[in-house]
C-alpha cells in the first residue's frame, strides 16, 4: 500500500511555470506506476501523464505535450509533474495516483490516489 500527497499547486498567471511534487510513503516506491490527473471546474477527471516503474518511459496527454514534463525520484519516493507555459485551461485540482500492475491513461485502473493540489492559471 503507497499512500500519496500532492504539492506545489497556486495561483499563477498565463505563461508561467510550476512543480508539483507527489510525495509516496512506503519502501516499495519504485514498484508503483504513477500517473498525474486533473479535475477542472465542472469537467470529468482527465488523464495528464504517466510515468513507468523505472522512468523509462512517460506518455502525456495531447493537449499537455510539449508544455508538460513527468519524471521522478525513485530515491526520494517522489513523482514531479514540471507544468510550463501555463493556460487559464490548466486550472484545476491535480492528483497523483499510483499503481503497480497498471501503465496508462484510465483512472479507473489506479489504486491509489492523493488528495489533489489546486492550480489556478489567470489569464
Known amino acids: 500500500q503507497v499512500q500519496l500527497v500532492e504539492s506545489g499547486g497556486g495561483l499563477v498567471q498565463a505563461g508561467d511555470s510550476l512543480r508539483l511534487s507527489c510525495a509516496a510513503s512506503g519502501r516499495t516506491f519504485s514498484s508503483y506506476a504513477l500517473g498525474w490527473f486533473r479535475r477542472a471546474p465542472g469537467k470529468e477527471r482527465e488523464f495528464v501523464a504517466v510515468i513507468s516503474w523505472t522512468g523509462a518511459r512517460t506518455y502525456y496527454a495531447d493537449s499537455v505535450k510539449g508544455r508538460f514534463t513527468i519524471f521522478r525520484d525513485n530515491a526520494k519516493n517522489t513523482v514531479y509533474l514540471q507544468v510550463n507555459s501555463l493556460k487559464p485551461e490548466d486550472t484545476a485540482v491535480y492528483y497523483c495516483?499510483?499503481?503497480?500492475?497498471?501503465?496508462?491513461?484510465?483512472?479507473?485502473?489506479?489504486?491509489?490516489w492523493g488528495q489533489g493540489t489546486h492550480v489556478t492559471v489567470s489569464s
Open positions: 495516483a499510483a499503481d503497480q500492475r497498471y501503465y496508462g491513461s484510465n483512472y479507473q485502473d489506479y489504486a491509489y
